[in-house]
């Protein structure tokens, strides 16, 4: 097939959960009435595009047809050679807390055919007071402790994990096998390995209509359980303290994810690189410039860059923009040295280094 020299839109797929809320209609258009939707996936593999000469396709089919477009050779890495979409991004509202849950991380998933493993990072948007986040073991909780309080299956395992206090802008690298909830209250921007396994551990003890709870994977989630992954929020990096201020929140060898606040008239650039690029517009609208193609980019919507192809964004009035892609990393050191210039130690933080001599102090509540 013909490959497009320009970005597309796409239409997220919607997936509606038993601790959905409304908050994400502004991002989407969800059926009447509906008052659980739970995640808006702006590039998950049913993802549509809606503009351009491929309007209709899905994101999965566009990666499986022209990978050096839609991969792109970061992609590639990121994926194990897969030809898939290489990052997930999307959209959470916590109306009610998730279920407490872990990810297997590659090799796990490779040695199950489960594709690959799932490092995720979580940016908060919004928060109402006292939501929190639940992250790995506390400090006196053991690994026996933890896998029986599961077990039990009604939300006592909650208190064996650490709780973090939730604020706007908050940024936190969560490694596959770290236990791990979010609280009640959240609206959250998630990256993440474009996987979708999740081993759910515990409920919450809640259950359907039919007085049935959801189904547990305790076997494949306590195999894969790391007891020493304490994540922390971690500080950003400032890439350009003027306008528009850009700042680096996350970098894995997965994925890397930046925030852009423009004022309006604010132009910058986002060279090619050899993987897509996801442009999701938190606030207010810009313009999208490649060579002689244009189109807006608005508040709730997201826009994905073909790997190999440059732009320019101008912000129409002030702007917001978080920028998704997979970066140029080495597979042991979150060093993204194509996408900026800082200490080894700054960008080290913004990976997934997790295992320290002790257990890191959290967030007091």
């Known amino acids: ?36 939707l739970g995640e808006v996936l702006f ?8 503009s351009g000469e491929h309007a ?13 477009t839609w991969v792109g050779t970061l992609g590639l890495t990121a994926t194990a050679g897969r030809t ?19 990810h297997p991380d590659d090799r796990f998933a490779a040695a199950a055919n489960l594709g690959t493993g799932k490092t995720e990072a979580w940016h908060v948007l919004d928060a109402q007071a006292g939501s929190v986040l639940y ?13 029986r309080a599961c077990q039990r299956a009604d939300g006592s395992a909650a208190g064996l994990l650490r709780q973090i206090r ?32 999740t081993f759910r551990l515990d409920d919450w003890g809640r259950v359907d209509l039919l007085g049935e709870p ?13 007891p020493m992954s304490w994540p922390m929020p971690i500080e950003r990096i400032i890439l350009r303290d003027s306008s528009p201020r850009r700042e680096l929140l996350a970098a894995t060898r997965y994925f890397a994810l930046e925030r852009i606040t423009f004022e309006a008239g604010d132009r910058t650039t986002f060279p090619a690189v050899e993987s897509p690029q996801v442009l999701t517009c938190h606030a207010g609208s810009t313009l999208i410039e490649s060579g002689a193609w244009t189109a807006p980019l608005q508040f709730g919507k997201a826009m994905v860059i073909p790997a190999g192809i440059d732009c320019v964004l101008t912000a129409t009035e002030s702007s917001c923009i978080l920028r998704g892609w997979a970066p140029d990393v080495a597979p042991d050191q979150p060093d993204p040295v194509a996408v900026a210039v800082a200490s080894a130690a700054a960008l080290n933080q913004l990976g997934t280094a997790q295992h320290d001599d002790a257990r890191p102090a959290v967030t007091p509540l």
């Open 1 to 36: 097939m013909t490959t497009p020299a320009h970005p597309v839109s796409i239409a997220p797929r919607l997936d509606f959960k038993p601790w959905g809320g409304r908050q994400l209609a502004a991002w989407c258009t969800p059926p009447e009435g509906d008052d659980a």
């Open 43 to 50: 590039t998950a593999p049913e993802a549509t595009v809606t």
């Open 56 to 68: 209709g396709m899905t994101l999965g089919d566009l990666a499986r047809t022209a990978p050096e």
């Open 84 to 102: 898939i979409f290489p990052f997930l991004v999307k959209m959470i509202d916590a109306n009610a807390d998730l279920s407490i849950q872990i």
């Open 135 to 147: 992250l790995g073991l506390t400090p006196e909780a053991t690994h026996d402790d933890f896998v």
């Open 166 to 197: 939730a604020e706007p802008g908050m940024t936190i690298v969560v490694p596959a096998g770290t236990p791990h909830a979010i609280g009640s209250g959240l609206l959250i921007y998630e990256i993440q390995q474009p996987s979708n396994v």
């Open 214 to 226: 959801r189904e547990l994977h305790h076997d494949d989630g306590f195999a894969v359980l790391d």
